[in-house]
């Protein structure tokens, strides 16, 4: 059963730093596309970050290059998102995500909260 549970998230001050984990069971973060998504209530979710799954490519949100680093470690099989000189803007719900890229396999973790005060 494929499951994805994030940690890391919590209270940080403005300029701060953050290091979201999310650790992946039943299948290997190597052979998923594994991204990192953002949602503030009564929005949609959006993409911050995303790494390829054969060769370790990664994208990033125009308004976090720069700041935001996603990463994984194949052999503790866990996907992480260095957030640095966070702004308040980057407050929200964080959730990890696995695809497939084959219709019907789209993974969420629960989601973890992020809170940047000014």
């Known amino acids: 059963q494929v499951q994805l549970v994030e940690s890391g998230g919590g209270l940080v001050q403005s300029g701060g730093s953050l290091r979201l984990s999310c650790a992946a069971s039943g299948f290997k973060v190597d052979s998923y596309m594994l991204a990192w998504f953002r949602q503030l209530p009564g929005a949609e979710r959006e993409g911050v970050a995303c790494?390829?799954?054969?060769?370790?490519?990664?994208s990033y949100a125009d308004d976090v290059k720069g700041r935001f680093t996603i990463s994984r470690d194949n052999a503790k099989n866990m996907v992480y998102l260095q957030m640095n000189s966070l702004k308040p803007e980057d407050t929200a719900f964080y959730y990890c995500?696995?695809?497939?890229?084959?219709?019907?396999?789209?993974?969420w973790g629960q989601g973890t909260q992020v809170t940047v005060s000014s």
């Open positions: 790494i390829s799954r054969v060769h370790g490519r990664t």
């Open positions: 995500n696995a695809d497939l890229l084959v219709p019907g396999y789209v993974y």
